[in-house]
């Protein structure tokens, strides 16, 4: 069984288009994440979730909005995208403090092209 | 705040050799800290991670790190390394939580494996 699971594994599309990727987890955590991995492999975090509650959102452009729709899911959608978004977007998750120390359980990744 | 720094973002080592990938921290507060390894074209994966119960921690697939405070240290070894232990490595830092908070976990920039046959 996958533990964090994204669709699609690989995205192409054109600047100035709208696209979503979708993340599941069925660890029962109640934090999700959405990290941005660029070409040099630098991971960057974007924005935490918990319990579909928004906890941590850095610096990122508000073309990217994140929906949660219950504590096992959290999207991202990306609004008007550009050629810098191009990367690897990862999903994760976590148990709560005390129950894993962060620990933090990934998917496999989406791999978005603009074109 | 915090922030971690791998020294070496590429390391060549024979099959068989030890291996050594260096890990410095900086951390406000008594740190988590965690060794992830990612293969190609798939996320990242727990290797290890330090809470505070012991200085020296044991991973999957052989791998061990030890804690040192005084150096803010927490270098990543393998006493003989394998083919299939080439991938990316990071190094990450995250803060004790405080009640009700949530903090963040930093990632170092990875240092990529390459072992020799």
């Known amino acids: 069984d996958t533990a964090v699971s994204q669709t699609p594994k690989y995205l192409v599309t054109q600047m100035g288009n709208d696209k979503s990727i979708k993340c599941e987890q069925n660890?029962?955590?109640?934090?999700m994440y959405w990290y941005k991995q660029d070409s040099k492999k630098f991971l960057k975090i974007m924005f935490s979730?918990?319990?579909?509650?928004?906890?941590i959102n850095e610096t990122v452009p508000n073309r990217f909005s994140p929906k949660s729709p219950d504590k096992a899911h959290l999207n991202l959608h990306i609004n008007s995208l550009e050629l810098g978004d191009s990367a690897v977007y990862f999903c994760?998750?976590?148990?709560?403090?005390?129950?894993?120390?962060?620990?933090?359980?990934f998917g496999p990744g989406t791999r978005l092209t603009v074109t | 705040a915090q922030s971690v720094t791998q020294l070496g973002s590429h390391v060549s080592v024979s099959e068989g050799a030890l291996v050594l990938l260096r890990c410095n921290y900086s951390?406000?507060?008594?740190?988590?800290l965690f060794w992830y390894v990612q293969y190609p074209n798939q996320g990242l994966q727990l290797l290890l991670k330090y809470t505070s119960a012991a200085t020296l921690v044991k991973g999957i697939n052989g791998f061990e790190a030890e804690f040192k405070k005084s150096e803010t240290s927490f270098h990543l070894t393998k006493p003989s390394a394998h083919m299939s232990d080439a991938a990316e490595y990071f190094c990450a830092v995250g803060g004790r939580p405080y009640s009700g908070g949530y903090q963040k976990v930093t990632f170092g920039t990875g240092t990529k494996l390459q072992v020799i046959p």
């Open positions: 660890l029962g955590h109640d934090t």
């Open positions: 951390s406000s507060v008594p740190p988590y």
């Open positions: 979730y918990n319990n579909k509650e928004l906890i």
């Open positions: 994760a998750s976590s148990p709560p403090p005390g129950q894993g120390a962060y620990e933090q359980y």
